[in-house]
């Protein structure tokens, strides 16, 4: 969530950064809030006031019949039971404001860096690299999907009759190549001084609520009823609630957190070609990335991981090009985020593989996760999480183009200790 203060003391910069987004409503969100916020705290003050005053009533109550002080004893009997009527007064009113609060808290987006360019659609993101590597096919080039199933290495049949459309079976060499993606991820992680957490795939609504996923993409993820749990739709969720409630000393950040899991996701509303083979599944595996870092050093870390993710992709000799999304095109949860996107050389597309967001104190609010900052107290942190990476589309991108004209497919040097073979035929 945004932090009531920060609105109180910034409104016009809060109105200008929502603006990014296109919301229209942002100043009349802001201005509700800055007013409930307002009154919050003035009934909060007689509240206090009153228990105050009843507390020494109290006391006198008892010092005045003691003294056999009858007339004032009753007097002050009477003024506590006014002061009774008036506290629950106020504290229906104090929880009724904190929930109308919250309501519109929980429902308005971060704001954006004043960096991220305005727009509501991808049309909009803004190209901020490109490497050099170009994609040349043989003349009888296939898609993923046709090379799969002539290499018998992944079936989507399979996963239909087991599970439904966007479940895919890998087989032999492609759940071997999928191993070995995960493998190089999580090592290339540990080389970076990220440490490897084993997350459950299960999470509770706190926890959804914690990074931002709830209620906001509530429609997106898979919700076991009977236990009132969600699957995860990545390992930023349970990651970043490992610090929920949490106070970190200031030698422990910067956190750095890494995890393989697979993901789940409704992806309700998908369809077309854009849903065809690995471009858009229900389950996929991710290696996710995550960092806590003191605020002013935010911007600094968003900027090494995506220099770290880039050099994921350029070990793996593929063509991919970085984006800095519009602020209608971004998360709800993100100040900013870049997108990597990986060439698909039969498709003739850029395909999402990763992306790196900034999230400054949004979750971390919602997580209330502080760390303590010397003489100035406890601080709220800033939270960063990246793809590192998404499989599917990185390896629809590694089949379609190193594909031979024989129909094979050559691996990427990188990945052959982990393979254990050079080539799929």
């Not at 909009?124 to 090379?147: A, C, G, M, Q, Y």
Request: proline share 4%.
């Amino acid at each position: 969530m945004i932090e009531i203060q920060y609105l109180r003391e910034n409104r016009d910069e809060a109105i200008q950064r929502l603006s990014i987004r296109g919301l229209s409503k942002g100043a009349d969100d802001i201005d509700r809030i800055i007013h409930l916020d307002s009154e919050r705290r003035r009934i909060l003050t007689e509240l206090e006031s009153n228990r105050h005053e009843l507390n020494q009533a109290s006391k006198s109550i008892a010092v005045l019949m003691a003294e056999k002080k009858t007339a004032e004893a009753e007097l002050a009997k009477s003024m506590s039971a006014k002061l009774k009527i008036d506290i629950k007064f106020f504290e229906e009113s104090l929880e009724k404001i904190e929930k109308d609060l919250h309501q519109i808290l929980v429902a308005i987006p971060n704001v954006p860096s004043l960096l991220v360019p305005p727009g509501k659609e991808a049309a909009d993101n803004k190209t901020v690299f490109r490497n050099k590597i170009e994609v040349t096919l043989p003349p009888n080039s296939k898609s993923h999907w046709e090379l799969c199933k002539t290499l018998g290495i992944i079936d989507w049949e399979l996963g239909v009759k087991l599970t439904g459309a966007g479940f895919p079976v890998y087989k032999g060499k492609g759940a071997k190549i999928q191993r070995a993606l995960i493998r190089f991820f999580l090592d290339e992680a540990e080389k970076a001084g990220y440490i490897e957490i084993q997350p459950p795939l299960l999470v509770n609504a706190s926890s959804g609520f914690g990074t931002g996923q709830l209620p906001d993409k509530d429609s997106q993820m898979y919700y076991v009823g009977a236990d009132d749990l969600y699957l995860i739709p990545t390992a930023e969720v349970p990651i970043t609630n490992i610090y929920r409630d949490v106070i970190l000393k200031d030698s422990d950040l910067p956190v750095k957190n890494c995890g393989y899991t697979p993901c789940f996701r409704r992806e309700a509303g998908s369809y077309g070609k854009d849903v065809r083979g690995l471009n858009r599944l229900h389950q996929f595996d991710k290696v996710e990335i995550v960092q806590i870092v003191r605020p002013e050093k935010s911007y600094q870390v968003l900027d090494e991981m995506v220099e770290y993710v880039k050099g994921l992709l350029e070990k793996l000799e593929v063509p991919f090009r970085v984006l800095l999304l519009c602020g209608g095109d971004m998360g709800f949860a993100s100040a900013m985020t870049y997108d990597m996107e990986v060439y698909s050389g039969a498709q003739d597309k850029w395909l999402e593989v990763s992306s790196v967001s900034n999230f400054e104190t949004f979750q971390a609010n919602r997580l209330k996760l502080r760390f303590r900052d010397g003489e100035k107290g406890n601080r709220l942190a800033h939270t960063l999480n990246g793809s590192a990476i998404a499989l599917p589309r990185l390896l629809a991108s590694i089949l379609e183009n190193n594909q031979r004209a024989d129909g094979s497919i050559s691996i990427p040097e990188v990945l052959r200790p982990y393979t254990g073979f050079d080539v799929i035929r």
